[in-house]
């Protein structure tokens, strides 16, 4: 157990549909990381807060936001969802403002589009 | 671009020694990590090479080549528990961990 938590671990909806997936990371750490694994495939990271401020991004899509409260927690919303969207979503955290390369990753949440 | 190649797939027979190599091309380097995967599973941390030369903890051993944008992984007295996939990952130079698409390892009895 990494310490860090996701919720839901199954979600599934239908195109179109709008969806909130939510991360609480691991006591004391102030960096969230987000990644994308679609089926067989590695982890495409999609955006990076430390301590509230959006850090970087990666390829994510328009459709896609995120942010992290004064709780440190964060939430990934994704709009309009599209099949090509079913994947595992993993959050990460670490305590560093990026540099730290050790990640820990939650449990993830498996997106399922129809 | 950035790109990280590792094999897709490794077969290896328990008890003994596997290599996993992972080249990359990214835009800046600041070290190179590796993550262990199970089947449904989340990503854990193994090791991390920020120079050149071999990291070692316990059975597992990491190396890096700068020059050569070149690192491996060495799994060694393979377990049956072993049976994963292994990420390479190269911290670029905006602090983004960029994976590579993994390989599968299988290791029998």
């Known amino acids: 157990d990494s310490g860090v938590t996701q919720t839901p671990k199954h979600l599934i909806t239908a195109t179109g549909q709008r969806v909130t997936l939510r991360c609480s990371p691991r006591s004391g750490d102030l960096s969230v990381y987000w990644y994308q694994q679609s089926l067989d495939q590695g982890l495409q990271f999609l955006i990076h807060?430390?301590?509230?401020?959006?850090?970087a991004k990666g390829n994510i899509l328009e459709r896609f936001s995120a942010q992290q409260f004064p709780d440190l927690h964060s939430e990934l919303n994704l709009s309009s969802l599209e099949l090509g969207d079913s994947a595992l979503y993993f959050c990460?955290?670490?305590?560093?403002?990026?540099?730290?390369?050790?990640?820990?990753f939650g449990p993830g949440t498996r997106l399922t589009v129809t | 671009g950035q790109s990280l190649e590792q094999p897709s797939e490794v077969t290896a027979v328990e008890g003994a020694i596997v290599q996993m190599n992972c080249t990359y091309q990214t835009s800046g380097f600041y070290g190179l990590s590796w993550y262990q995967q199970h089947d449904g599973g989340a990503p854990t941390f193994l090791s991390y090479?920020?120079?050149?030369g071999l990291e070692e903890t316990g059975r597992f051993s990491s190396f890096l080549s700068r020059s050569d944008s070149y690192g491996y992984l060495l799994l060694q007295e393979l377990q049956m528990k072993d049976s994963a996939s292994y990420f390479c990952a190269v911290m670029d130079s905006s602090y983004k961990l960029i994976f590579g698409s993994g390989t599968r390892l299988l290791v029998r009895p």
């Open positions: 807060y430390y301590n509230g401020e959006e850090r």
């Open positions: 990460a955290s670490n305590v560093g403002d990026g540099t730290n390369y050790e990640q820990y």
């Open positions: 090479n920020a120079l050149d």
